[in-house]
């Protein structure tokens, strides 16, 4: 029988490298006080400026009710704002203040991460990386179709 630790597991991989990504992310952004989650809000925000939760819950990739906590903290330490659509008054979109903006020199802060996770890698091996696990997430979606 071997050992637990030699289980071959994608599960296991990508449970333990994204533990260890969200700390090495969290502790460069400790610094700004920010979040991994409210920057990835944040990131959303400075490339498009004005966004529905809706729409923020689906670049983000998390539910509607965890996403609408988290634009409710950043409303809280005004990060952003929250006002009905010029065009549309029963929709609400978010939007940067200008402390929220003025952190946009961290917009590309995934480059850092990416950097440091494929330390190593070749260019190529980077470029493989992506589309395994572009390939694994379909292959997740499709099964629970």
């Not at 929709?91 to 990416?114: A, P, W």
């Not at 572009?134 to 499709?142: H, L, T």
Request: hydrophobic share 40%; proline share 2%.
């Amino acid at each position: 029988m071997k050992k637990a630790d030699a289980v071959q597991s994608i599960g296991r991989h990508l449970n333990f490298t994204t533990g260890r990504m969200n700390a090495l992310c969290q502790k460069m952004l400790d610094p700004y006080d920010l979040s991994l989650p409210q920057w990835v809000i944040l990131s959303c925000l400075w490339r498009d400026k004005n966004l529905t939760v809706g729409r923020l819950a689906e670049l983000v990739g998390t539910g509607l009710p965890a996403t609408s906590r988290i634009v409710d903290r950043m409303i809280e330490r005004d990060l952003v704002n929250r006002h009905k659509d010029k065009k549309d008054g029963r929709v609400m979109v978010i939007t940067l203040t200008d402390k929220g903006r003025g952190l946009d020199h961290l917009s590309n802060f995934y480059e850092s991460i990416n950097a440091i996770l494929f330390d190593g890698f070749t260019d190529q091996e980077c470029e493989q990386a992506f589309d395994l696990l572009g390939r694994m997430q379909v292959s997740a979606k499709n099964a629970l179709q």
